[in-house]
């Protein structure tokens, strides 16, 4: 489903990723942990589509398409999604209207019909329930005055109306208590079938006790120095970063 | 070939005799005396030019020079159709203004309201008004201001008894419909709100043919007595070749709640002189701007709120998109007075800028000479923000759709405001479009 391939990238000339290789299939769950300043966030980004960044090297592909050669909205359509680490307020934005446009430029893309209001609904209402999210949220501003929780499960609760085919998250644990965290994990496990692939990018250990991953990598300045299964993580948990490092340090 | 400052004013002041004279039987002495007045306060101003601090950001003498041809005929009459250009379904008392002259107006008012020609009052009448006409105009200050009072040929006075609310709207349409040459129309309202009572008022100015340019200097004074409440609109949305002067003064008095949203959309230079004094107690006082300009258009609020009395609040929010090489200009002066204690003022002014050639001047004035008082105020002015626009499209919105919805979240939190559903549906509708095809 994705192909990263060398992937180079750097913010005003200060090289953060240095070379990724990381492919992912259909049906697959992947964390990407990392200690702060690893680059997990700008592979995220990258991946998205913010231009602050600029690609040096390397390819993406995505369901056999070039990622890179896209628009941030053509790869929304294409089916990547990524929850934001800083979900963005936006006042006077109707969260409602916002999503029906949203949902109704995929379905355009994909050639399919606009979806009419009442359809819309229901829609709405059903995957509220998968997140447990309020239906007073919806009424309001995107994300204006929404607390941390509030915007991350937002976040879930967008991916779960738009059902991308990859969905990335990054560190869509922080911030989140324990009840958040396990409502979270509860509609992204719930989201998960054999067409869909989920990136969960992670500083903490903890969210992956809710959402089992396939493959655990470690992405340390800029690379992938460490692939593994879930244990990674667990070993990662208890023995630090500093680990990591050494290890780093021995090999190179 | 454009004419001089000079040549402007002398050209204004050399018609004043005969204009005066010519009105004789018409008028009272009273008039006749406020506009030698007025004359007099206008000769000694002149057209503002650039180094008067007051129009230093607004180069409108300039541009009456340059468009207004003296010779040539000066209100040119056709007979357009001037219902197409009403506000679709917004119902209500009207009086249709078409170049100065009034064209239409609504028969069977109801109980409690009067509208009278301002300029064919008799002798009686107008010593009834002598507490209230010219009263408020800042004539003395303004050369526009002192023009029309000199000048004005038409307008209304619009009377609402004590202790009735007035249902419907009164919409007051200024259609300008130059055929050749630039046309000049100088028209003035009196709008006076007896105690205890409720109403609406709406004023919408139309340029109705864009290719030739008029200048319309309008002045209204509204007097609101105690425990009155009015809901004032202005829109200047199809103002394409207008240059336009709006001096507005507003008197409140104890208790009275004004609702004040000015909306701009077009206009050569406009400048609107918006000025409410609070000569009274628990008064409040919501004075809303929005205005989207684009091309060369350029638009100029300058509103000044005066707490005289304590315990009142005011609270001023314009907000405004620049686009192309367009400007914009807020100023906003807040006094309170010494007796003005436990005055509550509040002022805002935010701005978006959406090309490298848009400018944007503020300057809010705050002065504060009572202790026991809150003010603030604020100022801002940027461009879109480019996360919001990031998460917009990280959904799937294109760059443009996720602009438009940016600014029209920006725009419409004002219209909001607007109580009344027709006229907001109207406004929202007709920045929608242009929003959402912003280029940049």
């Not at chain 1, 009424?139 to 509030?150: I, P």
């Given at each position: 489903?994705?192909?990263?391939?060398?992937?180079?990238?750097?913010?005003?000339?200060?090289?953060?990723?240095?070379?990724?290789?990381?492919?992912?299939?259909?049906?697959?769950?992947?964390?990407?942990?990392?200690p702060?300043?690893?680059?997990?966030?700008?592979?995220?980004?990258?991946?998205?589509?913010?231009?602050?960044?600029?690609?040096?090297?390397?390819?993406?592909?995505?369901?056999?398409?070039?990622?890179?050669?896209?628009?941030?909205?053509?790869?929304?359509?294409?089916?990547?999604?990524?929850?934001?680490?800083?979900?963005?307020?936006?006042?006077?934005?109707?969260?409602?209207?916002?999503?029906?446009?949203?949902?109704?430029?995929?379905?355009?893309?994909?050639?399919?019909?606009?979806?009419?209001?009442?359809?819309?609904?229901?829609?709405?209402?059903?995957?509220?329930?998968?997140?447990e999210?309020?239906?007073?949220?919806?009424?309001?501003?995107?994300?204006?005055?929404?607390?941390?929780?509030?915007?991350?499960?937002n976040?879930?609760?967008?991916m779960?109306?738009?059902?991308?085919?990859?969905?990335?998250?990054?560190?869509?644990?922080?911030?989140?208590?324990?009840?958040?965290?396990?409502?979270?994990?509860n509609?992204?496990?719930?989201?998960?079938?054999?067409?869909?692939?989920?990136?969960?990018?992670?500083?903490?250990?903890?969210?992956?006790d809710?959402?089992?991953?396939?493959?655990?990598?470690?992405?340390?300045?800029?690379?992938?120095?460490?692939?593994?299964?879930?244990?990674?993580?667990?070993?990662?948990?208890?023995?630090?970063?500093?680990?990591?490092?050494?290890?780093?340090?021995?090999?190179? | 070939?454009?004419?001089?400052?000079?040549?402007?004013?002398?050209?204004?002041t050399?018609?004043?005799?005969?204009?005066?004279?010519?009105?004789?039987?018409?008028?009272?002495l009273?008039?006749?005396?406020?506009?030698?007045?007025?004359?007099?306060?206008?000769?000694?101003?002149?057209?503002p030019?650039?180094?008067?601090?007051?129009?230093?950001?607004?180069?409108?003498?300039?541009?009456?020079?340059?468009?207004?041809?003296?010779?040539?005929?000066?209100?040119?009459?056709?007979?357009?159709?001037?219902?197409?250009?009403?506000?679709?379904?917004?119902e209500?008392?009207?009086?249709?203004?078409l170049?100065?002259?009034?064209?239409?107006?609504?028969?069977?008012?109801?109980?409690?309201?009067?509208?009278?020609?301002?300029?064919?009052?008799?002798?009686?009448?107008?010593?009834?008004?002598?507490?209230h006409?010219?009263?408020?105009s800042?004539?003395?200050?303004?050369?526009?201001?002192?023009?029309?009072?000199?000048?004005?040929?038409?307008?209304?006075?619009?009377?609402?008894a004590?202790?009735?609310?007035?249902?419907?709207?009164?919409?007051?349409y200024?259609?300008?419909?130059?055929?050749?040459?630039?046309?000049?129309?100088?028209t003035?309202?009196?709008?006076?709100?007896?105690?205890?009572?409720?109403?609406?008022?709406?004023?919408?100015?139309?340029?109705?043919?864009?290719?030739?340019?008029?200048?319309?200097?309008?002045?209204?004074?509204?007097?609101?007595?105690?425990?009155t409440?009015?809901?004032?609109?202005?829109?200047?949305?199809?103002?394409?070749?207008?240059?336009?002067?709006?001096?507005?003064n507003?008197?409140?008095?104890?208790?009275?709640h004004?609702?004040?949203?000015?909306?701009?959309?077009?206009?050569?230079?406009?400048?609107?002189?918006?000025?409410?004094?609070?000569?009274?107690?628990y008064?409040?006082?919501?004075?809303?701007?929005?205005?989207?300009?684009?091309?060369?258009?350029?638009?100029?609020?300058?509103?000044?709120?005066?707490?005289?009395?304590?315990?009142?609040?005011?609270?001023?929010?314009?907000?405004?998109?620049?686009?192309?090489a367009?400007?914009?200009?807020?100023?906003?002066?807040?006094?309170?007075q010494?007796?003005?204690?436990k005055?509550?003022?509040?002022?805002?002014?935010?701005?978006?800028?959406?090309?490298?050639?848009?400018?944007?001047?503020?300057?809010?004035q705050?002065?504060?000479?009572?202790?026991?008082?809150?003010?603030?105020?604020?100022?801002?002015?940027?461009?879109?923000?480019?996360?919001?626009?990031?998460?917009?499209?990280?959904?799937?919105?294109?760059?443009?759709?996720?602009k438009?919805?940016?600014?029209?979240?920006?725009?419409?939190?004002?219209?909001?405001?607007?109580?009344?559903?027709?006229?907001?549906?109207?406004?929202k509708?007709?920045?929608?479009?242009?929003?959402?095809?912003?280029?940049?």
């Open positions: 489903m994705l192909i990263i391939d060398n992937l180079k990238a750097s913010i005003e000339e200060k090289q953060i990723l240095k070379g990724i290789n990381l492919q992912i299939k259909a049906g697959e769950v992947h964390a990407i942990m990392g702060n300043g690893s680059g997990k966030s700008t592979l995220a980004s990258v991946l998205a589509g913010r231009d602050s960044y600029d690609v040096s090297d390397g390819s993406v592909s995505f369901l056999g398409k070039d990622l890179l050669d896209m628009t941030p909205e053509l790869r929304a359509r294409e089916g990547l999604f990524l929850a934001f680490q800083y979900p963005i307020e936006i006042p006077g934005v109707s969260s409602t209207n916002f999503l029906k446009a949203a949902v109704n430029k995929i379905r355009e893309h994909r050639g399919q019909d606009a979806m009419d209001a009442v359809t819309f609904l229901k829609l709405i209402k059903e995957k509220m329930k998968l997140v999210i309020d239906q007073s949220l919806l009424s309001r501003s995107l994300n204006d005055g929404f607390s941390g929780g509030e915007k991350k499960r976040e879930i609760f967008q779960a109306v738009l059902e991308p085919r990859l969905a990335i998250l990054d560190e869509t644990d922080s911030g989140l208590d324990i009840d958040a965290l396990r409502i979270v994990a509609g992204v496990n719930t989201l998960r079938n054999k067409d869909n692939a989920t990136v969960i990018v992670t500083h903490y250990q903890r969210l992956l809710y959402i089992i991953p396939d493959f655990v990598h470690v992405l340390y300045d800029g690379k992938i120095v460490k692939s593994g299964t879930k244990e990674l993580a667990l070993e990662l948990e208890e023995k630090g970063y500093d680990w990591i490092r050494e290890d780093e340090q021995v090999t190179s | 070939m454009s004419i001089t400052e000079r040549e402007l004013r002398d050209y204004f050399g018609r004043f005799e005969s204009f005066n004279q010519g009105l004789n039987g018409n008028q009272s009273e008039i006749k005396e406020l506009r030698q007045k007025a004359i007099g306060a206008f000769a000694k101003q002149g057209f030019l650039t180094k008067n601090e007051e129009y230093k950001y607004t180069p409108l003498t300039k541009a009456l020079l340059k468009s207004l041809k003296l010779d040539a005929p000066v209100n040119s009459e056709t007979i357009p159709t001037c219902k197409q250009h009403l506000i679709p379904e917004l209500g008392h009207m009086l249709v203004y170049n100065g002259k009034l064209a239409y107006r609504s028969e069977d008012l109801p109980e409690g309201l009067e509208i009278e020609q301002l300029d064919r009052l008799d002798q009686t009448q107008i010593s009834e008004l002598k507490n006409l010219a009263t408020l800042n004539y003395q200050s303004d050369a526009f201001a002192a023009l029309n009072t000199a000048f004005f040929q038409s307008g209304s006075l619009i009377k609402i004590a202790n009735i609310t007035i249902d419907k709207p009164i919409i007051i200024h259609f300008s419909d130059g055929q050749s040459g630039t046309i000049y129309t100088q003035r309202h009196l709008i006076m709100v007896g105690k205890n009572s409720r109403a609406t008022l709406v004023e919408v100015n139309k340029n109705l043919n864009p290719e030739h340019q008029t200048f319309y200097n309008v002045a209204s004074e509204v007097f609101l007595e105690e425990d409440q009015l809901h004032y609109y202005k829109t200047q949305t199809e103002c394409s070749g207008s240059i336009i002067v709006d001096n507005t507003i008197n409140q008095k104890d208790r009275s004004l609702y004040c949203t000015t909306v701009t959309t077009s206009g050569t230079i406009i400048r609107n002189n918006l000025n409410v004094t609070i000569n009274g107690e008064c409040e006082s919501y004075i809303n701007g929005l205005y989207l300009v684009n091309g060369k258009d350029h638009i100029d609020n300058h509103t000044t709120v005066d707490h005289r009395i304590a315990n009142s609040y005011s609270n001023e929010l314009y907000k405004g998109i620049i686009d192309d367009a400007t914009g200009v807020f100023n906003g002066k807040i006094f309170v010494p007796d003005a204690q005055t509550n003022a509040f002022q805002s002014n935010k701005n978006l800028l959406l090309s490298d050639k848009a400018s944007m001047n503020t300057k809010p705050l002065e504060i000479w009572a202790d026991d008082v809150k003010c603030s105020h604020g100022a801002t002015t940027g461009q879109i923000d480019g996360e919001q626009v990031f998460y917009l499209r990280s959904r799937g919105l294109d760059e443009q759709q996720a438009g919805l940016l600014l029209y979240a920006f725009a419409t939190e004002l219209l909001d405001r607007i109580s009344l559903p027709v006229l907001k549906d109207y406004l509708e007709s920045i929608s479009d242009r929003l959402y095809s912003c280029e940049s």
